[in-house]
Nanobody, 125 residues
């Protein structure tokens, strides 16, 4: 019954914006670091951004730094990925994942315990 559900994907023109949401059900996210990942056609899955339990620490892939912003609202049990200035190369299935933390204000792109099923983002004119 522990699930992560992504939403907000779709078709957007280059230069446009989207906000993805990752909502948890069956558990609360306030003890989890959260990561956003993406997998483009024919490529390996890569970490895009992650956020610590408190939200005080974040990491971004070089390819998205300055354009994407990760945030969380523990009261809503939801994590967001705001994407601006989108490029065709951002086209991918985007996944969120949660890693149980036992203290520590950091996040990493490995050791994730729960994964969502993904939402497709297509950037094309």
């Amino acid at each position: 019954q522990l699930q992560l559900v992504e939403s907000g994907g779709g078709l957007v023109q280059p230069g446009g914006s989207l906000r993805l949401s990752c909502a948890a059900s069956g558990f609360t996210l306030d003890d989890y670091a959260i990561g956003w990942f993406r997998q483009a056609p024919g490529k390996e899955r890569e970490g895009v951004s992650c956020i610590s339990v408190s939200g005080d620490s974040t990491n971004y892939a070089d390819s998205v730094k300055g354009r994407f912003t990760i945030s969380r609202d523990n009261a809503k049990n939801t994590v967001y990925l705001s994407m601006n200035s989108l490029k065709p190369e951002d086209t991918a299935v985007y996944y969120c994942a949660a890693r149980k933390m036992y203290g520590g204000n950091y996040c990493r792109f490995y050791g994730m315990d729960y994964w969502g099923k993904g939402t497709l983002v297509t950037v094309s004119s």
